[in-house]
T-cell receptor
Framework: GAVVSQHPSRVICKSGTSVKIECRSL??????MFWYRQFPKQSLMLMAT?????????EQGVEKDKFLINHASLTLSTLTVTSAHPEDSSFYIC???????????????FGPGTRLLVL | AQSVTQLDSHVSVSEGTPVLLRCNYS??????LFWYVQHPNKGLQLLLK??????LVKGINGFEAEFKKSETSFHLTKPSAHMSDAAEYFC????????????FGQGTELSVKP
């Protein structure tokens, strides 16, 4: 299967600082990347959809000015948590989707996740 | 609204016994259905997927699932559980008009007792 990496895997930061998380598709070009957050013992919650070269589409309730997403190329998307606070502590997961060639059945490939802890 | 329901938040089985993780979806459209597994502090790994071909889908690690349109179900099964199967399992649905968006079930935690 295709490989998606995330960096860093774990980050601890002070309240008020910004943190950037990278998501890379290593062996394929991803038309679309998705960003999720997951709280302990809960399911994944979609935050935003990121298409290469265009603005991200945010889900209802997700602050676009707080969670900045950039999809500069077909293999890289970044999520920046700006002015992080303790309540932003979570597990952030990205996924990469090749696009509509396979329709809805086209598999999304998930990164290993980034554990963010804001002190 | 389109949704996915995993009927059990936690399932516990003994090693060597069958596994059944239940999933129902609600929609009048034809879905694509997936099962993903997540081990602690890890990303998601695809177990199998249904995309309107054969209704019985075989996946990795001995798992399989059957798409039953009349019951709007896509239950995951395995004949014999292994200790390494202990993880969180997510039933996921996607539709052609959603631009690749996935709708996740709540997850089922599978425990395997020795």
């Amino acid at each position: 299967g295709a490989v998606v990496s995330q960096h860093p895997s774990r980050v601890i930061c002070k309240s008020g600082t910004s943190v950037k998380i990278e998501c890379r598709s290593l062996d394929f070009q991803a038309t679309t990347m998705f960003w999720y957050r997951q709280f302990p013992k809960q399911s994944l919650m979609l935050m935003a959809t990121s298409n290469e070269g265009s603005k991200a589409t945010y889900e209802q309730g997700v602050e676009k000015d707080k969670f900045l997403i950039n999809h500069a190329s077909l293999t890289l998307s970044t999520l920046t948590v700006t002015s992080a606070h303790p309540e932003d502590s979570s597990f952030y997961i990205c996924s990469a989707w090749k696009g509509s060639s396979g329709g809805a059945g086209e598999t999304q490939y998930f990164g290993p996740g980034t554990r963010l802890l804001v002190l | 609204a389109q949704s996915v329901t995993q009927l059990d938040s936690h399932v516990s089985v003994s090693e060597g016994t069958p596994v059944l993780l239940r999933c129902n979806y609600s929609s009048s459209y034809s879905p694509s259905l997936f099962w993903y597994v997540q081990h602690p502090n890890k990303g998601l790994q695809l177990l199998l997927k249904y995309t309107s071909a054969a209704t019985l889908v075989k996946g990795i690690n001995g798992f399989e699932a059957e798409f039953k349109k009349s019951e709007t179900s896509f239950h995951l099964t395995k004949p014999s559980a292994h200790m390494s199967d202990a993880a969180e399992y997510f039933c996921v649905v996607s539709y052609d008009n959603q631009g690749g968006k996935l709708i996740f079930g709540q997850g089922t935690e599978l425990s395997v007792k020795p």
